[in-house]
């Protein structure tokens, strides 16, 4: 009887700050229950070894913001079966892609003492411009259960259980109090993905949007009632513009509101 195959899991980095690679290595009991299921193949934050794909399912972190991750993400692509993003910069470009609304070139000029040897796209984009994603893992970062789960449901040849829901309902499910209704808090929890379990709302703090927008998220509604808060057009595009700038609802109503 011919034995199994070890499946191969890959962890690929391109522009992003490692945190999401890190959530794996935080799952400390969980992570050994996924060593023991895959083979790591490709994982250069946790070792220097390297095994040749093809790959059964390849994780990637970070956004592409340069020519030559353009071509790299293409070759990420065809050595893996499946392809999953973990994290904002993946999912929507990061926060790196605030240079989206800017000219980047200027901020190369007042960054760096020779500018003439940076290479860098005009725009920082998700890895699903570039090609086919299998599934997206959303969070700044994502969620050390949420993560187990996908590499779990991948393995199974199953879909992940991930919540669809906003963070209000998570604050629902906390007992939180509503910063908005209680204290006139800003918050972006009501069009925000859950996966946080609310921790800011749980502190008195509005959301952030770090795991970035629901699905099928209201941002007009939010907007119009943050007005009502005496939230200003320009404060409004500050808080769209964060973690996930380059979301399309996120960015949409950023730029509504900047007109």
């Known amino acids: 009887m011919k034995r199994k195959e070890t499946p191969k899991l890959a962890l690929w980095k ?8 890190l959530s794996l290595l935080d799952c400390e009991d969980e992570l050994l229950a996924v060593a023991g299921a895959v083979q790591i193949s490709h994982f250069l934050e946790a070792s220097r ?8 399912l390849s ?3 970070g956004s592409i913001t ?5 071509e790299r993400i ?9 392809l999953v993003t973990i994290g904002a910069c993946a999912t929507a470009g990061g926060i790196q892609a605030l240079r989206n609304f800017k000219d980047v070139r200027e901020f190369i000029k007042i960054v760096y003492a020779t500018p003439e040897y940076i290479s860098a796209l005009e725009t920082s984009t998700p890895i699903s411009a570039h090609v086919k994603v299998d599934f997206e893992l959303r969070g700044c970062p994502i969620s050390k259960s949420q993560l187990i789960e996908t590499i779990s449901a991948f393995l199974n040849n199953r879909k992940p259980v ?8 998570e604050c629902k499910l906390r007992g939180n109090v509503c910063v908005m209704v209680a204290h006139g808090v800003p918050c972006l929890g009501p069009v925000t993905h859950a996966g946080c379990g609310a921790l800011c709302p749980a502190y008195n703090r509005g ?4 795991f970035g927008p629901q699905e099928t998220p209201n941002t007009t509604s939010l907007s119009d009632q943050l007005s009502r808060l005496n939230v200003q057009r320009d404060e409004l ?5 964060g973690f996930n700038a380059g979301a399309k609802p996120f960015r949409r109503e950023s730029e509504k509101n900047e007109e």
């Not at 959301?207 to 770090?210: E, H, L, R, V």
Request: glycine content about 6%; some cysteine.
């Open 66 to 70: 340069t020519a030559h991750d353009a």
């Open 74 to 82: 293409h070759q990420v692509r065809r050595a893996s079966k499946r």
């Open 237 to 241: 595009v500050r808080m769209y513009r």
């Open 162 to 169: 991930t919540p669809p829901h906003s963070v209000c309902l």
């Open 59 to 61: 994780l990637v972190e």
């Open 207 to 210: 959301c952030f949007g770090c």
């Open 49 to 56: 070894a390297v095994v040749k794909g093809p790959y059964d």
């Open 14 to 21: 391109f522009a992003s700050c490692d945190g999401c690679q």
